[in-house]
């Protein structure tokens, strides 16, 4: 199973890159990980929130399959704690999907479209984090619950 975090937008800082980095690369002795960026949609004067929500949300939907789990990043989903995360994404795994795809939306959310594609909500918190932050928190929970899930000493209860 292939697990790609799919993000709109790019990390323009780089220490919080070099953190990302750090964790995608210790996530590479779990599993096939991939981060793909979608471009950022510059807002206009002629373009308002909701159209540029659909236009990110079109650049999303190209990228997956029907066969693909999409999983949205949003703050109105499901609330786990790490433990659980990672009994989550095992029973993911144990389904035999080839592709598992969490998305980081822009800075309006998500369109209908994806939100009607989707097949779950997962929310890291009910704080708001900029995109940049979410890739590594989420990035840094997706190598914490594969290291829960080989019973590793990186979490501690």
């Not at 799919?6 to 990302?20: F, M, N, S, Y």
């Not at 995608?24 to 540029?52: A, V």
């Not at 939306?105 to 009910?126: C, D, M």
């Amino acid at each position: 199973m292939t697990i790609k975090l799919l993000a709109v937008g790019k990390t323009d800082d780089k220490d919080l890159q070099k953190l990302i980095d750090h964790y995608f690369k210790r996530l590479k002795h779990y599993c096939k990980f991939e981060i793909e960026l979608i471009p950022d949609i510059k807002k206009s004067k002629k373009m308002d929130e909701q159209l540029q929500k659909q236009k990110e949300g079109e650049l999303i939907l190209a990228k997956t399959q029907a066969s693909d789990i999409l999983v949205l990043l949003d703050e109105n989903g499901k609330n786990f704690s790490s433990v659980g995360f990672s009994n989550w994404l095992q029973k993911q795994m144990n389904t035999g999907m080839k592709q598992l795809i969490f998305v980081i939306g822009g800075p309006y959310g998500f369109s209908e479209e994806v939100y009607q594609r989707a097949n779950q909500k997962i929310s890291l918190s009910k704080m708001t984090f900029s995109h940049q932050m979410v890739r590594l928190f989420f990035t840094e929970q997706l190598y914490r619950a594969f290291t829960i899930l080989k019973n590793e000493p990186y979490h501690h209860q």
